[in-house]
């Protein structure tokens, strides 16, 4: 077998290992005592929980930046970036809305110190319609990995906003949640194990030759 067949089949039995994500951060959406109303600029968008949805709506048309964030944040590490991903869950999103999604950045003692814009969708122009009318919640997972934060940033929050065609437009959310995964400190030592034996036997190899 190759060398490189010989790596991929240990990375693959040490990937046994892997850890799973820990969630460190988390809105159920049961209780919006703890979120706020960013940018309001038709003057009466609102949102209102029934102990299991958060329902976040607009009755004025033609309405961009209806904003919203929680007052919580999540832990941080920008070295790390690519072990962070968010997870929205949407129940419903009517016809005529759409949402747009950033991270707030936050320094060590909590102050602002700026926003990563197109979080999701990924492209400025764009707003995702994703959760139009579904029968149920449905799920979207995003690496956080390929976006650029700045460095003294300590802790984040997610914040969203609203777009309307028509009025009374609404925007149902069941789950939103920020995941931290690192590989356990064994399966680094048995990855490294790995790669060390494969090149081992790669440099038998070619002193036979």
Avoid at 140 to 156: E, K, R
């Amino acid at each position: 077998m190759k060398v490189w067949n010989w790596i991929v089949v240990g990375l693959v039995g040490v990937g046994i290992g892997w850890a799973n994500g820990d969630i460190i951060w988390q809105e159920d959406f049961s209780d919006l005592s703890d979120w706020f109303i960013v940018s309001n600029p038709g003057g009466d968008g609102s949102m209102n929980s029934d102990g299991s949805y958060g329902t976040f709506s607009e009755p004025s048309s033609g309405i961009s930046g209806l904003t919203f964030a929680p007052t919580t944040r999540a832990a941080f590490d920008p070295t790390q970036k690519e072990t962070y991903s968010m997870e929205i869950s949407i129940v419903s999103l009517t016809w005529s809305a759409s949402h747009k999604w950033a991270l707030d950045e936050f320094d060590s003692s909590g102050t602002y110190i700026g926003t990563v814009w197109n979080v999701y969708p990924t492209e400025s122009a764009e707003r995702s319609t994703l959760g139009f009318d579904p029968a149920g919640p449905v799920t979207t997972n995003i690496s956080l990995g390929n976006l650029t934060f700045d460095s003294a940033t300590a802790y984040i929050a997610p914040k969203f906003d609203i777009g309307t065609g028509d009025g009374g437009q609404s925007f149902v959310l069941d789950n939103l949640s920020i995941t931290q995964t690192i590989p356990e400190p064994a399966t680094m030592n048995l990855i490294g194990l790995t790669l060390g034996s494969a090149l081992l036997a790669a440099r038998r190899r070619i002193s036979r030759r």
